[in-house]
């Protein structure tokens, strides 16, 4: 079973092959850590946890820059959905649910740690 990298997408072929190399995509800069796994799921759907959208590889996921990313607009890389690809999808600071990603995640939340509508909602 292949494993991926949430960090800049690519496959290997084992989990330790995996996080014993330098990744390109790394926070800290170019090959500034090690890759991460993807804990997702293995399908052929891969989610923005920012923006909601969806892509068909992970690669491509990571790989563009996200309208919602919490450094502001185009300010960082989409970021991978790890949770359960079904509805309801829930606001981990305050509990709604919602049927789809997008919906939940393009909606400003009410208990968010930056105060009163200061910023969307989070999957949980």
């Known amino acids: ?64 820059g996200c309208e919602n990313h919490p450094n502001g607009l185009y300010g960082g890389k989409h970021q991978p959905y790890e949770g359960s690809h079904t509805n309801p999808f829930s606001c981990k600071y305050c509990g709604k649910e919602y049927t789809s990603l997008s919906d939940l995640v393009n909606g400003g939340c009410e208990n968010h740690p930056n105060g009163l509508y200061s910023g969307k909602h989070q999957p949980l």
């Not at 072929?13 to 293995?42: I, M, R, T």
């Open 1 to 64: 079973m292949s494993v991926y990298c949430k960090l800049c997408g690519k496959e290997f072929a084992n989990l330790s092959d995996l996080v014993n190399g330098g990744c390109e995509n790394h926070p800290n800069g170019l090959y500034g850590g090690k890759h991460q796994p993807y804990e997702g799921s293995q399908t052929n759907q891969f989610y923005c946890k920012y923006c909601g959208k969806e892509y068909t590889s992970l690669s491509d996921l990571v790989n563009g």
